[in-house]
């Protein structure tokens, strides 16, 4: 346990060796999360008559969409993809050490720093200008569209204990979905291609950019049979949009059913590809 | 047309090279087409439910980003690729080598390479740009073609000159990738903000839009002019030219600046 804990922090200290660019993450997390909510906001105040869409939870879903993000990036694809390529993941294998253990923990520790320098500041900030905007009528100037959203609760509190554990379940479930890519380089070598492409399928599929809620009805019906809405779409709308808990143990469920087949994948992939291996020269 | 014999020449080189992994290239553009592709799918997911924004259709608003986006892609053709190795060129003194060439370095650096991967978003966008406009049936007369020929053209050289403005500022500090993916990043950059209509934001970032980094003049204002939306704006859509000019002027300026500044790291 100890080991993993020391690669826990070092995946920490690899966050802030750049804090130059921690801050930059930041800044273009405030800025999407502002072009997003203008989006929908605009969207909606065009036509305000939509029966099967309802606005607060719209917008309040892509708030929290935006906020989970930032915790839920992984970037374990491109680490073993490097390690692959170089061959370097030769020196891991013989390591009294788990390979898949270290690359988890270092993403919690790494996770735990964006916490803490992007999602808390976040948070804060989204709160802070909604309360702001609304209580007196003060308004910044380049912040006058928050004020639209004043007066709205950002999340259902009574849910959010099965939110956070939602939260947990989807934090595996991406986790997985990376290394299961990455560990594609074994027959791959270079899978920055295949990377793009799921990650463009899955930016549209998962929910972090449209509801899907919104989708059109076959795609919707598609998407359910597809692990990528177990990453955003179920825990954010457990967290903003009210449920029964029949339903939220229902979605629940399904993120369980999820990590337990992408696990069994995972280890298939490493069993087979770790055969296939082959290190040139060292 | 010197230059041109050169570029073919060039052009033929590189895709030699790339060629010797035709699978490999064959999924870059594979890649490329879908990212592009959901973007566009994903906006027709939007406006599968909603008719407007801020007054513009759909189809207005599709005609307006890809005007935007061919500026852009054209653009990135020839000056995304240089100007984003700027930091590792200067970083790691091979700027040398493009110093020493009987042709300027800028003009080496642009000419020695060939972004096919913007193909693919060319190509969509100039898709998505003839379907929008057959949708809209806009009434082209004489000035109105001259007019979008002229903004089109502004758009790309605006586009170019703040991608050399990013690549130029290497010279100064050594990490200009953060700034390089704070603008143009495919989710989060500020590029994306133009994709819709400027008055969604509030004022401040219709300002910054504006005259800090004025992507408004790729696409809203002359669209805006052309479709006959905009009421106080109107007579911002003919500033693009001028915009234009100042934004190259000021990319050259640097670029200038910059490259007698350079002090190779030695090597």
């Excluded at chain 1, 826990?8 to 800025?31: C, D, H, N, R």
């Excluded at chain 2, 989710?187 to 970032?205: A, E, Q, R, S």
Aim: with cysteine.
């Amino acid at each position: 346990m100890r080991k993993y804990v020391d690669h826990m922090t070092i995946g920490m200290k690899e966050q802030l060796v750049y804090p130059g660019a921690v801050w930059a993450g930041l800044f273009s997390k405030v800025l999407y999360l502002y072009l997003q909510f203008c989006i929908w906001k605009a969207l909606f105040s065009d036509c305000l008559e939509k029966p099967t869409i309802n606005r607060t939870d719209t917008l309040r879903y892509i708030i929290i969409a935006t906020i989970v993000s930032t915790i839920m990036e992984c970037n374990v694809t491109e680490k073993i993809n490097a390690q692959i390529q170089s061959g370097n993941i030769a020196i891991e294998l013989i390591r009294p050490i788990g390979f898949k253990r270290m690359l988890f923990a270092r993403h919690v520790g790494d996770t735990a720093v964006k916490m803490i320098c992007c999602t808390l500041p976040l948070i804060v900030l989204t709160t802070v200008t909604m309360q702001w905007c609304g209580a007196d009528g003060l308004r910044l100037p380049f912040l006058q569209e928050w004020s639209a959203g004043t007066g709205m609760q950002l999340m259902c509190i009574d849910q959010l204990g099965y939110g956070i554990l939602s939260l947990f379940l989807a934090y595996g479930i991406q986790f997985l979905y990376s290394l299961i890519i990455g560990l594609l380089a074994f027959w791959l070598i270079v899978t920055w291609p295949v990377n793009m492409f799921l990650g463009a399928v899955y930016r549209l599929l998962s929910g972090v950019w449209i509801p899907v809620t919104l989708f059109p009805e076959l795609l919707y019906r598609i998407n359910l049979w597809l692990p990528f809405r177990a990453v955003y779409a179920i825990p954010v709308s457990i967290l903003t949009t009210e449920m029964k808990r029949k339903v939220i143990w229902q979605s629940v469920s399904v993120q369980m059913v999820w990590l337990v087949i992408l696990y069994g994948f995972s280890l298939f992939l490493w069993r087979v590809g770790r055969k296939k291996l082959v290190v040139q020269g060292g | 047309m010197k230059y041109f014999r050169l570029y073919l020449r060039f052009v033929i080189v590189y895709m030699k090279g790339k060629l010797e992994y035709h699978f490999a290239l064959l999924l870059e553009l594979l890649a490329n087409t879908i990212l592009i592709g959901v973007y566009f799918a994903g906006f027709g997911v939007i406006f599968n439910q909603f008719e407007t924004i801020a007054g513009w259709s759909k189809y207005e608003v599709l005609f307006m980003f890809t005007t935007s986006w061919l500026a852009y892609s054209f653009s990135c053709f020839f000056f995304w690729s240089p100007m984003r190795d700027m930091g590792e060129l200067v970083r790691t003194g091979k700027l040398d080598l493009y110093l020493t060439r009987p042709v300027g370095p800028f003009v080496y650096l642009v000419l020695q390479q060939f972004q096919y991967t913007f193909l693919p978003r060319l190509f969509l966008s100039v898709f998505f740009w003839g379907y929008s406009m057959k949708k809209l049936q806009i009434n082209w007369t004489k000035e109105r073609v001259i007019f979008y020929c002229i903004s089109l053209f502004a758009a790309f050289v605006i586009f170019s000159s703040i991608t050399v403005i990013t690549g130029a500022v290497s010279f100064w500090t050594v990490k200009s990738e953060e700034i390089v993916s704070l603008l143009t990043n495919n989710t989060y950059g500020l590029k994306n903000f133009c994709d819709y209509p400027l008055p969604i934001y509030g004022k401040g970032v219709q300002i910054v839009l504006t005259f800090a980094v004025p992507y408004a003049f790729t696409g809203y204002y002359p669209v805006a002019v052309l479709l006959g939306k905009g009421g106080a704006d109107s007579y911002m859509g003919h500033l693009s030219p001028v915009i234009a000019l100042v934004n190259g002027g000021i990319a050259y300026g640097l670029w200038r600046l910059g490259l007698r500044r350079y002090g190779s790291t030695g090597a």
